[in-house]
Every structure is written in C-alpha cells, then in structure tokens.
C-alpha cells in the first residue's frame, strides 16, 4: 500500500525556519509527484508546494515564493519542505501528498489531482 507521513511540525517565532519531512513507502518518488498543503480551521485546504517526479521542477504558491524551498531526498525516499522567514500567517496544518498520475510530468499542484494524503503536522508561528 502506498502512504505518506509527515513529520517535523511546532512551535516557532515569526521569522524563524522549520523543515517538513514527507516519508513516502510503498511507491517510489521516480514515479510520483509529491504536493505540499495547509489547512487552517474553517478555510479550504491550500496548494503551497510541488515537486515533479524527476525532481527538475517545481511550483510554489505565491505566498510562499522565495521563502520556501521542496528538496528531495531520493535515498530516504522523502520530500522536505524547508520553511524559512515564517509568518504568523503560515500557521496551519501542513500536509503532503502523493500526485495520481504515476509517472505524470510537471509539478502542478492542483488539489484534486492528488491522493494518498498524510495525517499532517500542525505547524504554529508566534509573533
């Protein structure tokens, strides 16, 4: 079976860094693309990051353009997301997930196209 967890979420002050961690197993990151999302109480769950499946591109949300970052680590078989100048407004919980498209090209990140979701890691961002 195919899953995703997250990991790396808490507590940090605005302008701080954080790193995300999106273990996949049961598929292999040469064939997927990964999205990362956020969601806060009472708003639709939000587009932030996507990397494509070679790895040699990615897309950002506006919002967080120059300010967060998708490696990926092909040995672990992970996908980060490096937060840094966090804003109080980058609270929420971050989630990742597994594009449907096996072998698929691109990284859009659109909400739909995406499966196999993780349980998310609550990220909080004090002023």
């Known amino acids: 079976q195919m899953h995703v967890v997250e990991s790396g979420g808490g507590l940090v002050q605005s302008g701080g860094s954080l790193r995300l961690s999106c273990k996949a197993s049961?598929?292999?990151?040469?064939?997927?693309?990964i999205g990362w999302f956020r969601q806060v109480p009472g708003k639709d769950r939000e587009g932030v990051s996507c990397i494509s499946r070679s790895g040699d591109s990615a897309d950002y949300a506006g919002f967080v353009k120059g300010r967060f970052t998708i490696p990926r680590d092909i040995v672990n078989n992970t996908v980060n997301l490096r937060k840094k100048y966090q804003k109080p407004k980058d609270t929420a919980v971050y989630y990742c997930a597994r594009r449907s498209d096996k072998l698929g090209n691109g990284a859009n990140m659109g909400l739909s196209r995406f499966t196999t979701w993780g349980q998310g890691t609550q990220v909080t961002v004090s002023s």
């Open positions: 049961g598929f292999f990151l040469k064939d997927y693309a």
